[in-house]
């Protein structure tokens, strides 16, 4: 049956070597067959926090809305997807990575239906919603697919085989911009919701065919199932106080500081819930004696913090500022877009991690530093130069960072550690468009963009401070 895991033991892959050798070909493993839905499956939710960022200004323009409301599109993705990683990796690890994978692209293919006919943009939010919980569920759910497959043959996943993985994440997330405002251009802003479904099924029917069955989930010593402890409060918990946040966040200009309060209190009741648990949503004891991931999951949300400030604030501002349309932003976001994919690549060869981080940091502080001195008047040349400097380090630190947490995490819960990792990368994504809102409000202009870049800065600075000081990265220069 298509789909069923081949039995441990090692399979013939051709005839023997010679007369009476007895021996018999180990299947190699992580095939191309394997790997192509997961990488189909894993480039949808990269795809689309960028893609969107083209589409801004059209959408608003259609809906009558300006820039601090179109920021829902991006953070009701962010939000989704910040709590379903982890919840759908705990799934993988539980009840099977195949069955995640599969349940997650057709909830992809309701989501692109949904947003390429809605009729307001309240149906667009429920659209992202639904995108946001689909995808979430490809990569953490790759990583453990990758894991079984690596205890099936008894060898360590190749590390190429993950930075394809990467670069898939990578890559689609660097080209969004410029494929977004293609699509725009071509077909109009519907088309970025309508792309995801052909993508969504040919990975689904890939999945179905060339993913091996879940292996049988592992019995209790008396013999009885294993309990599936999904911890619904601890998710509950950490749900409502990420949203009572992005409430706060999204109208800096005018801060609502009671919801803090209620903010504050829910963070307390889930750490407090989470330390009780015998399996918590998010293991905060694991966290705290696992400094190494802890310090991963921070550099990897504040360098997405300032990625994305420039995906999303950088392409508002070429369009709203500088009157390009969203199909000659997206060519102009092209250099980035390159750099990142040649630079994911080049990053998945490297053996170490902080040489290619500390370089990442650095480019990303000159980055923001050269936007506090862009203008109407700026030459096109630096524009390009501009959006270059943030993809060099998107492809740096999204393949480094992939790498720490494939070592430092608990491998029988590299599911759930993976969903954290983005988790991480989400809230820095929330956060950079709150920042976005509190710079341009209703409109994006030259003030707003330099405003942004200050901070940006400052981030910057930090982030290269918490690589090269970080202990456990001066073993893997």
């Known amino acids: 049956m298509a789909g069923d895991r081949p039995a441990p033991q090692a399979t013939t892959a051709g005839p023997t070597v010679g007369p009476g050798a007895g021996a018999t070909a180990v299947t190699p493993g992580f095939s191309a067959r394997l790997t192509a839905p997961l990488l189909l499956g894993s480039l949808l939710n990269p795809l689309n926090t960028t893609m969107i960022s083209t589409a801004l200004v059209a959408i608003g323009h259609h809906f009558g809305m300006g820039a601090a409301d179109t920021a829902w599109l991006i953070s009701v993705l962010y939000l989704a997807s910040a709590v379903a990683q982890p919840v759908l990796g705990k799934l993988a690890d539980a009840l099977g990575p195949r069955r995640v994978f599969l349940a997650g692209l057709v909830v992809v293919v309701a989501s692109g239906l949904v947003g390429t006919f809605a009729p307001t943009f309240g149906w667009l939010i429920v659209s992202r919603l639904l995108l946001g919980i689909g995808t979430s569920a490809a990569y953490p759910a790759a990583m453990a697919v990758l894991r079984d497959e690596s205890a099936r043959i008894g060898r360590a996943t190749p590390r190429p085989v993950l930075a394809r993985l990467s670069f898939a994440g990578l890559g689609s997330a660097a080209v969004g911009p410029t494929l977004g405002g293609v699509l725009v251009m071509v077909v109009g802003w519907r088309g970025i919701f309508a792309v995801n479904v052909p993508v969504a099924l040919i990975a689904l029917a890939c999945a179905l065919l060339w993913i091996p069955a879940d292996p049988p989930r592992r019995r209790a010593a008396d013999g009885r199932a294993p309990r599936l402890d999904l911890d619904p409060l601890g998710i509950g918990l950490f749900s409502t106080a990420l949203t009572v946040l992005v409430f706060f966040l999204l109208d800096l200009s005018h801060p609502v500081w009671w919801l803090l309060a209620p903010f504050a209190v829910l963070t307390a009741a889930l750490v407090w ?66 750099a990142a994919l040649v630079c994911s690549l080049l990053g998945a060869r490297t053996k170490g991690i902080r040489g290619p981080l500390t370089l990442a940091c650095v480019l990303l502080t000159i980055g923001a530093a050269l936007l506090g001195f862009l203008s109407g008047s700026t030459p096109l040349v630096v524009l390009l130069i501009a959006g270059a400097c943030f993809g060099i380090p998107q492809g740096l630190i999204g393949t480094s960072n992939q790498a720490a947490v494939q070592e430092y995490a608990p491998a029988e819960s590299i599911g759930s550690a993976a969903g954290l990792q983005r988790t991480a990368q989400y809230i820095g994504a929330i956060t950079a468009s709150s920042l976005i809102a509190l710079a341009y409000g209703q409109s994006a202009s030259d003030g707003g963009l330099h405003l942004m870049a200050v901070v940006a800065v400052v981030l910057g600075l930090l982030l290269i401070v918490l690589t090269v000081t970080d202990r456990a990265l001066r073993t893997r220069t």
């Open 273 to 338: 819930w989470q330390l009780r648990r015998p399996q918590p949503f998010i293991d905060l004891r694991m966290l705290a004696s696992n400094a190494a991931l802890a310090r991963t999951y921070l550099r990897h949300g504040l360098g997405y913090l300032l990625i994305y400030c420039v995906m999303y604030g950088f392409t508002q501002w070429l369009e709203e500022a500088r009157g390009y349309s969203s199909g000659h932003a997206g060519v102009l976001m092209l250099p980035m877009s390159v």
